[in-house]
């Protein structure tokens, strides 16, 4: 048994070797199919994985509040634009809402900076106390403000690694530093552990905190004093975020007074929001794609079927033969399937190593970044050994129920 | 000499259409084993059906056909690749061997599919390509060989599974003079040297001389069943 599969297979290499031209022309479609789904999984995976970064970077647990729009003798201004939150509302919802481990405020600018004979236009932060930690934002050197700090409203800044390499030679240390934002000195007390893009697609990195009491009281200025640019909220698990979300507009409706038929003056997003729409598309795009080469691994398995068949016609002496001195059916069957599924395995790694190649190629030439998948991989192993095995049974059977002698004196 | 073939009442009808074709009619024959025969018939004479049914490629329509003692008419072809295997060799007018293929192994595939060790496979297949005079020709293929060697290959195919009996249906119909003699005399010696069972299908009277008895076959009966003398004394042979 084991000898016979041995050399059949070694009979199918070398049947192969010799119609090397028509072997590859057969093998194209798997080839191609093969290389798609390789190539398009491992750049949709890329996305996907790069979005879930995106989020994990802005936070999985956190809920940011925003305040509603303003209406002003019937026109409406944009979101934010009202002063409908405020730190008092930070400290209540942490008080009132069990869910959340931690609130904190921010309100910002975009403001100029300057360091030495450089400036640079970047958005300016006031934050409260809990902010870095609801963020999960670490530091490249220093640390972060002290209380003290924070209460007495001191000019010290933290600034992020685009705002650094805006403003500060290379190897020059920004720690320690003195830097102006709107003319008023701030010594830089720390370098923020760099986040990368948002899942909006905005530059997280390019950001100055100060702390809320001097964004308020020396820089930013304010209409009344507390009203914040947004509130923050964060949760234990990303699974309590609905149940929080709807805790939270409760508790800001009671607190802003609202009455039933009066729509919410705060807007509250998560991230899973943002998330889901941009896994939404990278889904669509990868199931079209999916389709498209699911639809050429099928033509690939046509292919083989056809030029199964023309083999069959081609070696119907052969066959004869083998039949005379002894093969039976399931000898003949197996021939055929073993040159089937060789070609379509043939395919399938030709197509594998060029759908990882073009993986790479996107992720070197796009930049785009892709994953390869080792799931991708085998299932696409099987599914072209799969094919070979369908696809070739037909040719497989049709040889096998020949009639010897008729096939023995087939010119 | 035991009896190795038994035919009795053997018929086999085609339907061609709604035309019946009456391919054997009632063939009687025994063979015993270690004998030399020639079937001689004109095309369409039923020669070649009979040479099916012996070789176990079809099945007789009526009559009982017994192959060393065993009932072969009411086998599955399952269990008839089985017996073509390991008791039947066949030689063939055209060679059929396979193309591209190497002397080698065209002789090892009947014990391919007797699931033998590729070793052993080799090693017999070798043996038998020495025995018809083809030591180190083994890895020629087909076309790198003439017609006497390439029938010589076929011998070896057949032979390689030490069957019953060889079955030569035209053997020498596609070879020179010299060749045929050659193949003719590799044929007689198995017969004589190994004692294997021998029939050669044939139109062509002088290589029917060649065979110790000597059946005649026409419409689909044996009309004529004579032994020849004794083809050692063939003048082929003795030059």
Known sequence: ?411 | MTDLIVCEDLWKIYRVGDVEVQALRGVHVTIRRGEFIAILGASGSGKSTLMYILGCLDKPTRGVYRLDGRDVSSAGPNELADIRNQQIGFVFQSFNLIPRTSALENAQLPLFYRGLSLRDQRARAAAALARVGLAGREHHTPTQLSGGQQQRVAIARALVSEPSIVLADEPTGNLDTESSREIMGILNDLNRRDGMTVIVVTHETDIAAYASRQLTVKDGEIVSDRATADASSHPALLS
């Open chain 1, 1 to 411: 048994m084991f000898a016979f599969l041995a050399l059949t297979l070694t009979t199918a290499l070398r049947i192969l070797a010799r119609n090397r031209m028509r072997a590859g022309l057969t093998m194209l479609g798997i080839i191609i199919g093969v290389g798609a789904v390789i190539a398009m999984v491992g750049i949709g995976q890329g996305a996907r994985d790069a979005i879930h970064a995106q989020i994990a970077s802005m936070g999985t647990n956190v809920i940011i509040i925003l305040p509603g729009a303003t209406t002003v003798g019937g026109v409406r201004g944009g979101q934010g634009g009202a002063m409908t939150l405020t730190v008092a509302d930070a400290l209540d919802l942490k008080k009132r809402v069990p869910l959340l481990i931690d609130t904190g405020w921010a309100k910002r600018d975009v403001m100029q900076i300057v360091y030495g004979n450089k400036n640079w236009n970047g958005p300016v932060n006031g934050i409260s106390p809990s902010y870095l930690t609801i963020r999960d934002w670490g530091f490249s050197s220093g640390g972060a403000f002290t209380q003290v700090e924070m209460d007495t409203a001191a000019r010290v800044a933290l600034v992020g690694q685009t705002v650094v390499e805006n403003l500060f030679d290379p190897g020059e240390e920004p720690t320690g530093a003195t830097i102006r934002i709107k003319n008023v000195p701030f010594k830089v007390v720390g370098v923020l552990a760099p986040k990368g893009q948002s899942a909006g697609g905005s530059d997280q990195d390019d950001v100055i905190f100060i702390p809320f009491t001097t964004a308020e009281r020396k820089v930013l200025g304010t209409s009344f004093l507390g009203a914040v640019g947004a509130l923050f909220a964060s949760t234990a698990s990303p699974d309590d975020l609905p149940e929080a979300v709807e805790h939270i507009r409760d508790v800001l409706r009671s607190r802003h007074r609202l009455q039933a038929d009066q729509p919410d003056d705060f807007t509250i997003r998560t991230q899973v929001d943002i998330g889901k729409v941009q896994e939404g598309i990278t889904a669509t795009i990868t199931n079209m794609l999916f389709a498209v080469a699911s639809i050429s691994l099928l033509v690939g398995g046509i292919g083989i079927m056809n030029i199964l068949l023309v083999s069959v016609t081609e070696r119907t002496r052969e066959i004869g033969v083998r039949m005379a001195v002894g093969a039976k059916r399931w000898h003949i069957i197996m021939q055929f399937l073993i040159e089937a599924m060789t070609l379509s395995l043939c395919g399938g790694m030709v197509g594998i190593l060029i759908g990882v190649t073009a993986s790479k190629l996107t992720t070197s030439l796009a930049g785009w970044p892709t994953v390869i998948s080792f799931q991708a991989i085998a299932l696409a192993f099987l599914f072209s050994l799969a094919i070979g095995l369908f696809f070739g049974l037909y040719p497989a059977n049709k040889a096998s129920q020949l009639n010897p002698i008729e096939a023995l004196r087939y010119e």
